[in-house]
């Protein structure tokens, strides 16, 4: 089987636009959060090197290890995210006509689910963190790539909610109370960090009059 990373953009759009339900909005947050995590390093990596801003140096360094880490984890969910969907398809299709045929059906589909509700979480995790070092990008970097981090800012939000929505439409599948709870406080907890980020980064951006 191909790996939609290794697709050209056309290529892959296109796989999103197809009739399949596979790959969908997952693998399509994952590759946002990639985008996101890219942009990051490359506004670093304009900054590092440039005397005006040598005192964001060793920072901005930092950020580019850490966004290329990133970048690097988010474009395996992208290809994780829609296997982790098709693992719940071929759950479904298990035989259930003896009793242990049912009982081993349904703990296929809910570990199939339970994969299906991690990966998505992984990508909202590995966003959030990216997106948490973009105000300090924002401010620091090189105001020449000002646009740059904002969009960055932009693709990382989206991938963390994005994300999060697949994380809580699959909670109804999840047989454990406890888990799914877990699951839940853990995408609020995700969800109020990437707002707290993204809003500062909006906010440097007004100062530097890229957005209205």
Not at 6 to 31: I, K, N, Q, R, Y
Not at 78 to 89: G, K, N, P, Q
Request: overall charge negative.
């Amino acid at each position: 089987m191909s790996q939609l990373v290794d697709l050209s953009v056309t290529g892959f759009t296109s796989a999103l636009a197809s009739e399949a339900p596979a790959p969908g909005g997952g693998s399509a947050s994952a590759a946002a959060g990639a985008a996101g995590a890219a942009l990051l390093g490359m506004v670093a990596r304009l900054t590092v090197g440039k005397e005006k801003y040598k005192d964001a140096w060793e920072e901005m360094e930092n950020v580019a290890i850490h966004a290329d880490d990133i970048r690097t984890k988010l474009l395996e969910l992208v290809d994780e995210d829609t296997r982790s969907y098709d693992a719940i398809v071929a759950a479904r299709k298990l035989p259930k006509e003896t009793p242990e045929q049912k009982a081993s059906r349904q703990k296929a589909i809910d570990d199939a689910t339970f994969l299906a509700t991690t990966v998505p979480m992984q990508t909202a995790s590995f966003a959030c963190r990216a997106l948490s070092f973009a105000p300090a990008v924002a401010e620091k970097g090189n105001p020449n790539a000002a646009s740059d981090v904002f969009v960055a800012a932009l693709l990382l939000q989206t991938a963390v909610e994005g994300a999060l929505a697949n994380v809580r439409i699959n909670l109804p599948g999840i047989g454990d109370e406890g888990i799914a709870l877990g699951f839940r406080q853990d995408a609020d907890d995700l969800e109020k960090k990437a707002t707290e980020a993204s809003t500062k980064v909006r906010e440097a951006a007004k100062k530097k009059g890229i957005t209205g």
